[in-house]
């Protein structure tokens, strides 16, 4: 292999894998222990809600659309779990199924209002959490009541065998959704449309049916993800606040591009973690918990100005 | 401007339709309920209320003109009003230097915004979400509630009248004159409609159009600044929760669109969003008349944000 070859691999490589094995090779030198597989595998399933909502993000950013309705629908989930099942096990299974039809339901009515009404979907899914932040509290009477039963509580806290429900959750919803998006027929229309949506409504893709397919997904993913944070974290008013803003940051850490037609399955998950890891080795380092989010900020400005220089550089 | 060019960047009329009638039916239904819908003290409040939204939606409005986007408006809200509290620090003498301290604070954040989305080329969603991060996390370290004072003369900008009109709306109609003569009487203001509308085409046509963006993000601090300002007079000081808590970063742009601008920039008027403003206050009033529950207000809000965006779309087709 010439050097020139290796170079062009070495280009190929997403940076954000270098972000997080820098971040990671940090918290070890910090903290040792971390690289035991037990500790690891706590951080993949602490990663794990995060993750799940990005690859959701993900399928709608890559449409040419936005997502800001999530962490508003999370706490929703969590909210009704816990007020509908009042701590009872034997109403764990529909729960679960309601929940997850919820997020579909949502992601068909965000859908719909974007490409039927036209509205954008900046708009839409910001009157959306309006919305769902406002029922969900009326209905409850201003703060969660009820409780999360223990067996509803399980995917985001316990193991089956050494590994966490959630990690064994998240590599199935992850290969699921890397088959969806990168060897599908789908996939390639939901490029073709983020990526150009006159040209690829001219070749017959149906545009439409693809970004609420999109939105779809990512209601459904929100869904799961408010199941295992509800077993990871417990009953709260906020379970999801600021999940909107992490999901999307993740999806640009890992190269996707607002406005539509870029992005990767794996690269979204190295966007998570990545995000996740951050937050771990600067709270080894002690630094006051406020400055993370300065760190966040500083972080994906300069992931996507860099993105932005590759790709002219590359033209 | 020609007949055909007023036509294609549109009217404010349609919203101000819309703002009377949802007053009319605000006065009729306070009044079915043996209230009083248009007494002073009743306007004098929704005026009131609207000065902090509505000067923040005036920033809000240029740069969602000019095609881009400010998300990190809520914290210079805050880092503004903290700061014009802490250089005052209740002493009368330093109220220039603190508003001077204070919108300085807005102007340099506003051309960060500008530069990195001009500079490095980044989405404008992103450069000032992450500004917003950054800003929130240095506020939130150095303090975690009020903080200084501003003395008792500028309360005056937050609690007097003259001849009933509050002090602060001569403030808010003074940042719009300024605004609406800017976007509409100068070559600047062409160009931001230009920048908003086709920037490829506006660039061909020999505008620098990132010194127009560039601008536009730094009027948008200086809005944002003012309205900090505001805040701190009205409540005593400043304190790194009073941007966030208004939630004034999706409010104004909320306002924008319900003021008729897209989106996407380059169409809508500066005195749609400003009746946009004077609506939700309208609103807000109805429903503290009635001591609605505020998730009931939060909910039709946002249903009313989706239907007036989509009533918008559906004219614009037919």
Redesign the interface.
Known sequence: MTAATTAARLRRIAPIWVVLVLVLVGIVWRDPTFADPPTLLAFVKRSAPLAVLALGQLFVVISGELDLSVGALITACVVAAARLGEGDPSRTWWIILLVLGFGVVVGVVNGLITTMLRVPSFITTLGMMLVLGGAVFLWTGGSPTGALAENFRQYGREDIGPVPYAVVILLAIAVAAYFLLHRSRFGHQVFATGGGTRAAELSGVAVRRIRVTSFVLSGLLAAVSAILLAGFAGLSANAGQGYDFQSISAVVLGGAVLGGGRGGIGAALGGAFALQAMFTLLNLLGMAAPLRDTVQGLLIVAAVAFAAYRLRSNR | MTAAAHRHVGSSRPVWLVLVLLFGVAWLVVALDGGNFVALPNLQNIAQSSVALGLVAVGQSLVVLAGSLDLSVAYVVSVSAVTASVVMNGSAADIPLGLAAALGVGAVIGLGNGA?IVG????P???T??????V??????LFDNFAGAVPDEFQALGYDAVAGVPVSLFLLAAVVAGAWLLLHRTRFGYHVYAVGGNIEAARASGIRTGRVVLVAHVLAGVCAAASGVFLASRLGAGAPWVGPDGGYD?ES??AV?LGGTA??GGRGRLLGTIAAVLMLAVLDSVFNQFQA?A?????????I??GA??LY??RE?S
């Open positions: 990195v490095l080329r980044v989405n969603f992103i450069a979400l992450g500004m917003s991060l950054v929130r996390g240095i506020l939130n370290a999706l742009i909320a669109v989106l996407a529950n998730f009931v207000q939060t909910l039709v809000r946002g249903v944000i989706i965006v989509a779309a559906f087709q």
